[in-house]
């Protein structure tokens, strides 16, 4: 099969392939040893990918009950993919060079190459070397789906979920130890997170969520330090090397935070079972935000054991439905949409910082010059009564 240049990741051209680029005005090297900024990411080729949502009337698919996406194909072995893991089963190997077509509707979920990602995955022989293309993106990019077709995570099951986070843990450490062999570093940057809806960038309405892996020494931004240097800072303003803010919190649920601030966790917690507390954030990127704590000191995603993942997809689901219905009440001034972004936030691999593993859920709402200019955001409602919001939503159920 004749690959077009750089799908499933796969470069013939060094030209082709996909960069990075730091403002030099906002990057400095940090503690760690790596460059720490804004970055902007150059995908040449990805500017060219197919966009499903709309057809070249601009009818919306869903309106059609057209369900046929590229996600379903593949499930139905009408369109080629590069297999990784299904239903908590390696499959093949992550730098694979052989899409195939392949039914694969007798599996719940799973982890596949992404077909447009923003790095490249594999590099033909006759490319040069890795250090004289040290500006490039390298790493693996998946898809993580559910073979059934939903719009949105709420619409799926909660033993559906497990699969699917089983299948994406399956994928993620498989890839890891793979490129951390390859390129000999100990080194990894991964982003993990769902788009869910056009306004959040998806660009097929099949539930899924996404990895980048880089392995590269790049790919960190401003939110990566803050969030892999506040653990020692915390550490050092408390005079504990075993201080962990958010395990404290799962402890007391009403502390003073090193900054001096106090936090009621009791006011906005939404819902908690053995091993999860879903809470509004305490400083909400958008209002509505809601954040999930894993109770026991966790700081990757690839670490959450069995139990920690069956209550996840639990919590997960509650979280997704408590937004729902939050955004479906919230006053329309709020210009709150139902697409919504799930990010993980977590350790960079090979980092040591102690971090502690965040789930962030964060609704699409306008944003303006001055949000833009700073990590800064304007919110109209308090998270504590956006919390009690949600409660009595889900009380009613
Ligand atoms: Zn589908
Ligand atoms: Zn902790």
Not at 77 to 103: F, M, R, T, W
Not at 175 to 202: M, P, Q, R, W
């Amino acid at each position: 099969m004749e690959i077009p240049e750089g799908y499933w990741g796969i470069y013939k051209d060094t030209e082709n392939m996909p960069l990075e680029r730091f403002d030099p005005f906002r990057t400095i090297i940090n503690e760690f040893g790596t460059k720490v900024g804004h970055i902007t990411q150059f995908s040449p080729l990805r500017g060219k990918r197919p966009f499903e949502h709309k057809n070249n009337n601009q009818i919306v698919l869903e309106e059609l009950h057209i369900e046929r996406d590229s996600f379903c194909k593949v499930v139905a072995g009408e369109l080629p993919a590069v297999v990784l893991s299904q239903d908590g089963n390696i499959s093949n190997h992550p730098l694979s060079v052989e899409p195939k077509k392949e039914n694969l509707e007798s599996h719940t979920a799973i982890s596949i190459v992404n077909l447009f990602t923003p790095m490249a995955r594999v590099l033909y022989q006759h490319t040069q070397e890795l250090d004289s293309i040290q500006d490039k993106s390298i790493g693996v990019g998946m898809v993580h789906l559910l073979t059934k077709h939903y719009d949105t995570l709420s619409d799926a099951s909660a033993k559906e979920i497990i699969e699917l986070l089983k299948t994406t843990q399956i994928a993620h450490k498989n890839s890891v130890d793979v490129l951390k062999e390859k390129y000999n570093t100990s080194k990894l940057t991964i982003l993990h997170f769902f788009n869910i809806g056009e306004e959040a960038g998806a660009s097929i309405c099949h539930i899924h969520s996404q990895t980048y892996i880089y392995a590269n020494d790049i790919g960190h931004g401003w939110t990566s330090l803050g969030f892999l240097s506040v653990p020692g800072f915390h550490k050092k303003k408390m005079n504990n090397l075993n201080y962990c803010l958010a395990c404290k919190l799962v402890e007391n649920k009403k502390i003073k935070d090193p900054l001096n601030q106090e936090l009621n966790f009791e006011e906005r917690i939404v819902f908690e079972n053995e091993e999860w507390i879903l809470l509004t954030a305490f400083a909400p990127e958008r209002d509505g935000q809601l954040r999930l704590i894993p109770k026991r000191h966790t700081s990757q995603f690839l670490f959450l054991d069995e139990e920690q993942i069956k209550k996840l997809a639990e919590a997960i689901l509650i979280a997704n439905k408590a937004l729902d219905e939050f955004i479906a009440l919230a006053p329309q001034s709020m210009n709150l949409l139902q697409d919504r972004n799930i990010l993980f936030r977590q350790e960079n691999i090979g980092y040591n910082s102690d971090m502690h593993l965040l789930i962030d859920i964060i609704p699409i709402q306008r944003i303006g010059g001055a949000e833009i200019m700073e990590t800064y955001r304007i919110a109209t409602m308090f998270p504590e009564d956006v919390a009690k919001i949600m409660r009595d939503c889900l009380n009613k159920k």
